[in-house]
């Protein structure tokens, strides 16, 4: 069973004798030492700024604004008004909800040998069976890493990427087949050998044991993009430049890098590979991958040590270029990139054919001449031989932004999607996780009759919590934050009262979800990743990467108005 709550009361110890991980080669023997150490204390936010504009507002005088400090009973303090306003009102709101998040991020700890190591999915102690989600999860644990280090608690980031780095190594095999060795886990959990002992080893999953028994092709990416995110937020290079992490780096990237049939520089990938892990249609070359796969490769070249074998910093160079190339081209959409498809010839052979991939234009869903509006665009959800799914996926088309694969131009056209089409893509409750959902008979073929994904529930147009960090983060690096806001206020309304669902279901995302579990660890941490992106803007800096001339993007059209 995974230890997730917080260790006995114990002396404090100074940071000089907070002992981390090491590297010892026998990684499963019993440690030396079994004392816990615990977390730096996460304190809880207790704002008392009282700006001019709510001065001005609410129509008081500042001699009126009379502060008295009162001691909290756990020996803190906090700023109360003589004269309370509604703007004091939802300030309290916001600062219980974020008070409440904060103690739900920390329950959801997990200790290894004493030391934290990462966050449970969920901690939803209403549900019987815990399934799977009582394990660390790669891709989950991002929001909850950069909380953590936004708030200055380092040392669970490092003790994950360095004990990941050593899962990788392992021996991986499904069956008989013998997975490759870059491939980093989907998950993990402690695992107690000897409960009278106290001896304690970790137990990963690299696909063998998920539902589909899909390899997770995105837990690497993941892991080089917070790789970079810690390096960056610290300022410590040694991790980044110690053996493990390179020869993690070099692995996961000599595995996506390899040679094969393809004719095309993006990742070929099985259903189910990445967060949307079960039969939702995403087979090929999805989006949500392709965007990770080319922040990933940017990250690489700044965490790889200068005396890295030069060839191999030229393969990852080119390569960023070419799936820059092939993405700008054939995946973009907007209002006359739309027009050109639906006016394609067929049948084309030629090196100038215009439709390379033989798109047969009836093919195109109906549903999407009214979804396109005149002024925004976005990057489609997949293309193959003969096949466009012209489905938005959101987490593909931020971390476009958030990486520079978007050109400037591009990056404003998904906001101005975003705005375009709220109440679709975001309604009552950020953020949908695709659009539209799939139903009837095409839900019967494509997810096999999945009775969780059935229309607008889950993966099939679900709406997200945790995806609103995202949507957040590209909001600040464009200089639009009133709609990273409004999506915040929005959340605010009913994510702590719902007690941080994993997702919503509906049209509108108006009811929790039917299998949703309750205190879902990524919901609450991408809340406060949101909340802390907008108080300090400053914070972007460990999630987004510049455009530095890697990109090279044909010239982008966007229609303003319809013809």
């Given at each position: 069973?995974?230890?997730?709550?917080?260790?006995?009361?114990?002396?404090?110890?100074?940071?000089?004798?907070?002992?981390?991980?090491?590297?010892?080669?026998?990684?499963?023997?019993?440690?030396?030492?079994?004392?816990?150490?615990?977390?730096?204390?996460?304190?809880?936010?207790?704002?008392?700024?009282?700006?001019?504009?709510?001065?001005?507002?609410?129509?008081?005088?500042?001699?009126?604004?009379?502060?008295?400090?009162?001691?909290?009973?756990?020996?803190?303090?906090?700023?109360?008004?003589?004269?309370?306003?509604?703007?004091?009102?939802?300030?309290?709101?916001?600062?219980?909800?974020?008070?409440?998040?904060?103690?739900?991020?920390?329950?959801?700890?997990?200790?290894?040998?004493?030391?934290?190591?990462?966050?449970?999915?969920?901690?939803?102690?209403?549900?019987?069976a815990?399934?799977?989600?009582?394990?660390?999860?790669?891709?989950?644990?991002?929001?909850?890493?950069?909380?953590?280090?936004?708030?200055?608690?380092?040392?669970?980031?490092?003790?994950?990427?360095?004990?990941?780095?050593?899962?990788?190594?392992?021996?991986?095999?499904?069956?008989l087949?013998?997975?490759?060795?870059?491939?980093?886990?989907?998950?993990?959990?402690?695992?107690?050998?000897?409960?009278?002992?106290?001896?304690?080893?970790?137990?990963?999953?690299?696909?063998?044991?998920?539902?589909?028994?899909?390899?997770?092709?995105?837990?690497?990416?993941?892991?080089?993009?917070?790789l970079?995110?810690?390096?960056?937020?610290t300022?410590?290079?040694?991790?980044?430049?110690?053996?493990?992490?390179?020869?993690?780096?070099?692995l996961?990237?000599?595995?996506?890098?390899?040679?094969?049939?393809?004719?095309?520089?993006?990742?070929?990938?099985?259903?189910?590979?990445?967060?949307?892990?079960?039969?939702?249609?995403?087979?090929?070359?999805?989006?949500?991958?392709?965007?990770?796969?080319?922040?990933?490769?940017?990250?690489?070249?700044?965490?790889?040590?200068?005396?890295?074998?030069?060839?191999?910093?030229?393969h990852?160079?080119?390569?960023?270029?070419?799936?820059s190339?092939?993405?700008?081209?054939?995946?973009?959409?907007?209002?006359?990139?739309?027009?050109?498809?639906?006016?394609?010839?067929?049948?084309?052979?030629?090196?100038?054919?215009?439709?390379?991939?033989?798109?047969?234009?009836?093919?195109?869903?109906?549903?999407?001449?009214?979804?396109m509006?005149?002024?925004?665009?976005?990057?489609?959800?997949?293309v193959?031989?003969?096949?466009?799914?012209?489905?938005?996926?959101?987490?593909?088309?931020?971390?476009?932004?958030?990486?520079?694969?978007?050109?400037?131009?591009?990056?404003?056209?998904?906001?101005?999607?975003?705005?375009?089409?709220?109440?679709?893509?975001?309604?009552?409750?950020?953020?949908?996780?695709?659009?539209?959902?799939?139903?009837?008979?095409?839900?019967?073929?494509?997810?096999?009759?999945?009775?969780?994904?059935?229309?607008?529930?889950?993966?099939?147009?679900?709406?997200?919590?945790?995806?609103?960090?995202?949507?957040?983060?590209?909001?600040?690096?464009?200089?639009?934050?009133?709609?990273?806001?409004?999506?915040?206020?929005?959340?605010?309304?009913?994510?702590?009262?719902?007690?941080f669902?994993?997702?919503?279901?509906?049209?509108?995302?108006?009811?929790?979800?039917?299998?949703?579990?309750?205190?879902?660890?990524?919901?609450?941490?991408?809340?406060?990743?949101?909340?802390?992106?907008l108080?300090d803007?400053s914070?972007?800096?460990?999630?987004?990467?510049?455009?530095?001339?890697?990109?090279?993007?044909?010239?982008?059209?966007?229609?303003n108005?319809?013809?």
């Amino acid at each position: 069973m995974v230890q997730c709550t917080q260790p006995p009361p114990q002396l404090k110890l100074p940071e000089s004798k907070i002992t981390e991980l090491t590297d010892d080669e026998n990684h499963d023997s019993p440690p030396k030492l079994e004392k816990r150490t615990r977390m730096h204390h996460i304190e809880r936010h207790r704002s008392c700024v009282v700006t001019l504009s709510d001065i001005e507002l609410n129509g008081l005088q500042p001699r009126r604004l009379l502060q008295t400090i009162e001691k909290s009973p756990g020996g803190g303090s906090q700023c109360s008004l003589h004269e309370e306003t509604p703007t004091d009102t939802n300030a309290s709101h916001r600062h219980a909800i974020a008070d409440a998040a904060w103690e739900a991020l920390k329950r959801s700890i997990v200790y290894f040998r004493g030391q934290p190591i990462g966050t449970v999915a969920a901690i939803d102690k209403s549900q019987g069976a815990a399934l799977n989600y009582d394990q660390v999860f790669m891709r989950d644990f991002i929001p909850s890493a950069l909380a953590f280090l936004m708030k200055g608690e380092h040392l669970i980031v490092k003790n994950f990427l360095v004990e990941t780095a050593r899962l990788q190594s392992r021996e991986k095999m499904v069956d008989l087949f013998k997975l490759g060795q870059g491939v980093m886990p989907a998950s993990f959990k402690v695992h107690h050998r000897n409960p009278t002992q106290k001896t304690e080893s970790l137990l990963a999953d690299f696909g063998e044991t998920a539902i589909g028994r899909v390899a997770p092709v995105d837990s690497g990416l993941w892991w080089i993009i917070l790789l970079r995110a810690y390096t960056k937020w610290t300022g410590d290079n040694s991790l980044a430049e110690s053996p493990n992490c390179q020869r993690a780096m070099h692995l996961i990237l000599r595995l996506c890098l390899s040679e094969g049939c393809d004719t095309s520089p993006a990742l070929l990938c099985a259903d189910g590979c990445s967060m949307i892990d079960r039969r939702m249609g995403i087979y090929g070359y999805p989006i949500e991958i392709q965007a990770l796969f080319f922040m990933a490769m940017r990250c690489a070249l700044s965490l790889l040590k200068q005396d890295s074998d030069a060839d191999f910093v030229n393969h990852i160079t080119k390569r960023i270029q070419a799936l820059s190339y092939h993405l700008h081209s054939y995946y973009w959409l907007d209002f006359q990139r739309l027009n050109d498809i639906y006016r394609y010839k067929t049948e084309e052979y030629s090196q100038t054919a215009l439709n390379k991939f033989n798109v047969i234009p009836e093919s195109i869903p109906d549903w999407i001449f009214d979804f396109m509006p005149s002024r925004g665009g976005y990057f489609i959800g997949n293309v193959s031989p003969a096949r466009m799914d012209f489905r938005w996926f959101c987490l593909g088309n931020f971390i476009a932004i958030l990486s520079s694969l978007a050109t400037g131009e591009q990056a404003e056209a998904i906001l101005d999607l975003v705005e375009e089409r709220w109440q679709e893509l975001i309604g009552e409750m950020p953020l949908k996780i695709c659009y539209p959902a799939m139903e009837n008979q095409e839900w019967q073929i494509v997810t096999g009759c999945d009775p969780k994904n059935t229309r607008w529930s889950y993966h099939n147009g679900g709406s997200w919590p945790v995806l609103l960090w995202l949507l957040v983060a590209v909001s600040v690096k464009l200089g639009r934050p009133h709609l990273a806001r409004r999506a915040v206020e929005l959340m605010e309304q009913r994510l702590a009262k719902d007690d941080f669902p994993e997702y919503y279901d509906g049209k509108a995302g108006r009811y929790v979800g039917k299998q949703a579990r309750k205190f879902q660890t990524w919901s609450v941490a991408g809340y406060l990743v949101a909340k802390m992106l907008l108080d300090d803007p400053s914070h972007l800096r460990i999630v987004a990467l510049e455009d530095d001339g890697h990109s090279r993007a044909p010239f982008l059209k966007r229609s303003n108005s319809c013809p």
